[in-house]
C-alpha cells in the first residue's frame, strides 16, 4: 500500500465520486478517510494546502476530556477518550502521552479533594481507555500530589498557598503536520482523490438536486466541473460563506472567534505539560505550556473577534497580555515578545456572535431540510481530537437520509508512515550524499503534492519552523533542487503570513 496524493485536477474531473469533501484541514481530511474506509468514493478540495489553515496552528493537545467532567459531559467525556485512544493506537509515530501538573491554590474548581474526585471519575469513566494500545501508548492514571512533590517537577512552582498539583496523562501531536498528510495518504491508498490548491466556487444542482461542484486550480486557472450527489461543506471558518454561496446563511455553523499559541525560544519551565490558570475574569480559562521543538509552545488564549473573517489580524495587545499572564502564573519564565519565534493564531467558533467562549459542539446541517437543495451537507466542529468522531458521524447522518450506502470498514493496515528526517539529519545528507537527499525531496514534492515552499516546510516537514533557520533551509533546498521553490501565493490568515510571524 503506498499512499500516493497524486495531484491531477483533470483526470479527477473525469471520474464519478460518491461524495465531494470541501475543505482540507483536520474535518474533511478525516471525513475523506472514514469515507474511504468504507469503501465510499471520495474526492476532497482544498483551495490552499491540505491542513494550512486553522489546523496548522492548534495547540496539537489530543484532550482526554478532563475539563468536560467539570460540565458532566459525559458523552463528549467519552468520544474523547475514545479518539485519544485512536490516535495513540493508529499512529504512535506521531501521538505520545503527555504528562500535565496543574498547581492547585484552592480557588474554584481548582482544589485537591475537587481533582481527587475528578480523576476517580475520569479513571471510572475511561476503564478502557488504553484498550488495544501497545505498552509505551498506555496513560497511566492521574492523581493528586503533595507540594513538596510539585516543586520536585517544577523547582520554581509559587509556593505560596500551594495545597498540592494534579497530574493526569493526554496526549499530544507534536508534528501535527505530518499525522494529516498521513491520514490523506491512508484515504488515498483505498482510493481518495485529494487535491490541493483547488477552490470549489460553484455548486451544481439542477433543478435543486447536487451533481456536483465547479472547482478551480488555482496553479493553472482551469476551471474544472466534478461529479457526485453529494457534497459536504467542511470548510472550517469559511464553512459559512461557503454555505451562504451554495444555498443560504446558517449562523450556527460558524461564529468566530479568536484563539491563539505563541512558540517561544526559551526551554520550558518543566518536563511536563504545565497546566496554569489564566487571569481575571480568565481565572476559568487553563493555559498549558510544553516542551516543543527545542522551545516551549503555549497556549491557547481566547477572544472575540470583530473583523471581517479574511481582513483581520491579531492585536499585539492580546499577545502581550497573554504573555503577561504566563509571567505572572509561571514565575522565572521570563518571556517578552522578543521571544516570540511565531504566533500560531486562527478562528474558532464561538457560542454566540461576538463572544470568546467557545461553541460546546459539532455542527450538521442537511441543507435539503431547510429547502436547500438535495444532497448539500455542512459541518463544522470545535476541537482537532474529535474530527474523526465527527466524520464518522457525518457519514451515519447522511446514510440515514438515504443518500449513501457505506460498506463495511476495510480492513488491513493503513500504509506505513513516511520517515522524514529532522533538519540537522537533512542537512547532512545534503552534505554528505546529495543524491540521497534529492531523492528525499523529490518524493516529498511529487508523492504528497507539496508544490510550493511552504507546502515543503511547513506542512511536510518541519524544517520551516524555526524562522531562524529559514534562510539557511531555502539555500540547501535550492542547491539540491537546482532551482528555488516559490512561496505559496496563497494566503490564509493564522497559517502564515500575517499572523504567523512576528
Ligand atoms: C490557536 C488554536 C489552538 C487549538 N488547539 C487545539 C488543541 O490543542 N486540541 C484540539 O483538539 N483542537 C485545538 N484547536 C482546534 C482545532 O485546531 C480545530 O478545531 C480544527 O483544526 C478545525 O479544522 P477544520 O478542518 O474545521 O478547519 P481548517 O483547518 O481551517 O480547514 C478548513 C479548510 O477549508 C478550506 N477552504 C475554505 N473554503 C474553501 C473552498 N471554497 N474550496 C476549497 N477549500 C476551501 C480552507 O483553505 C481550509 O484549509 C485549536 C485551534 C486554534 C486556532
Redesign the pocket.
Known amino acids: 500500500m503506498v499512499g500516493l496524493i497524486h495531484r491531477d485536477p483533470g483526470a479527477a474531473a473525469g471520474r464519478d465520486y460518491d461524495l465531494i469533501v ?8 478525516m471525513l475523506v478517510l472514514e469515507s474511504a474506509r468504507r469503501g465510499l468514493r471520495a474526492l476532497l ?19 482526554g476530556g478532563l475539563r468536560y467532567l467539570q460540565q458532566l459531559d459525559l458523552a463528549r467525556h467519552g468520544e474523547s477518550v475514545r479518539e485519544r485512544r485512536w490516535a495513540l493506537g493508529n499512529f504512535p509515530e506521531f501521538v505520545r502521552p503527555l504528562p500535565c501538573l496543574m498547581p492547585l491554590y484552592g480557588r474554584g474548581l481548582r482544589r485537591p479533594g475537587v481533582f481527587r474526585l475528578a480523576l476517580a471519575l475520569d479513571q471510572l469513566l475511561g476503564f478502557r481507555r488504553n484498550r488495544g494500545l501497545a505498552e509505551g501508548q498506555k496513560l497511566p492514571a492521574g492523581r493528586v500530589l503533595r507540594p513538596s512533590e510539585v516543586s520536585e517537577i517544577w523547582p520554581s512552582v509559587p509556593r505560596r498557598d500551594l495545597l498540592g498539583g494534579a497530574v493526569w496523562f493526554d496526549a499530544v501531536v507534536e508534528d501535527s503536520h505530518r499525522l494529516l498528510v498521513e491520514v490523506l495518504r491512508w484515504a488515498c491508498s483505498l482510493g481518495a482523490t485529494c487535491l490541493n490548491y ?4 460553484r455548486l451544481v444542482a439542477p433543478r435543486g438536486v447536487v451533481r456536483g461542484v465547479e ?1 478551480v486550480d488555482s496553479t493553472s486557472g482551469r476551471r474544472w466541473e466534478f461529479a457526485s450527489p453529494l457534497v459536504v461543506n ?6 459559512r ?2 454555505a451562504r454561496a451554495f444555498d443560504r446563511d446558517v449562523p450556527e455553523l460558524f461564529r468566530p472567534s479568536l ?3 505563541v512558540f517561544l525560544d526559551a526551554p520550558a519551565p518543566a518536563p511536563m505539560a504545565l497546566a496554569v490558570q489564566g487571569e481575571g475574569d480568565r481565572g476559568s480559562r487553563t493555559y ?1 505550556l510544553y516542551p516543543w521543538k527545542g522551545g516551549t509552545f503555549a ?2 488564549y481566547h477572544a472575540a473577534w470583530r473583523g471581517e473573517l479574511d481582513d483581520g489580524s491579531l492585536a499585539p495587545e492580546h499577545v502581550e497580555a497573554f504573555l503577561a499572564s504566563v509571567r505572572e502564573r509561571v514565575p522565572g519564565f521570563d518571556v517578552g515578545p522578543e521571544r516570540i519565534l511565531r504566533v ?5 467558533p464561538a457560542r454566540r456572535e461576538g463572544w470568546d467562549r467557545l461553541a460546546v459542539r459539532d455542527v450538521f446541517v442537511d441543507h435539503s431540510r431547510l429547502g436547500g437543495p438535495r444532497g448539500l451537507y455542512s459541518v ?8 474523526r468522531a465527527v466524520a464518522e458521524r457525518t457519514l451515519r447522518r447522511i446514510a440515514g437520509s438515504g443518500l449513501l450506502r457505506p460498506g463495511p470498514l476495510a480492513p488491513g493496515p493503513r500504509p506505513s508512515v513516511r520517515h522524514v528526517p529532522r533538519w540537522a539529519d537533512m542537512e547532512r545528507l545534503a552534505g554528505e550524499q546529495p543524491e540521497e537527499a534529492r531523492r528525499v525531496l523529490e518524493a516529498l514534492l511529487c508523492e504528497e503534492a507539496a508544490l510550493y515552499l511552504d507546502d515543503l516546510v511547513y506542512r511536510r516537514t518541519d524544517w520551516g519552523f524555526d524562522p531562524r533557520l529559514l534562510p539557511r533551509v531555502t539555500d540547501t533546498l535550492r542547491s539540491l533542487l537546482g532551482r528555488d521553490l516559490a512561496p505559496s501565493p ?1 494566503e ?1 490568515w ?1 497559517a502564515r503570513r500575517r499572523g504567523a510571524s512576528t
Open positions: 470541501i475543505g482540507g484541514g483536520v474535518y474533511g481530511a478540495l482544498e483551495r490552499g494546502d491540505f491542513g494550512g489553515a486553522t489546523t496548522w496552528n492548534s495547540l496539537r493537545i489530543v484532550h483547488v477552490e470549489a466556487e472547482a467542511c470548510a472550517g471558518p469559511w464553512s460563506s461557503l484563539a491563539f499559541n498549558f497556549g491557547t500560531h493564531w486562527g478562528l474558532l463544522s466542529g470545535v476541537k482537532l481530537t474529535t474530527a496563497f490564509t493564522g
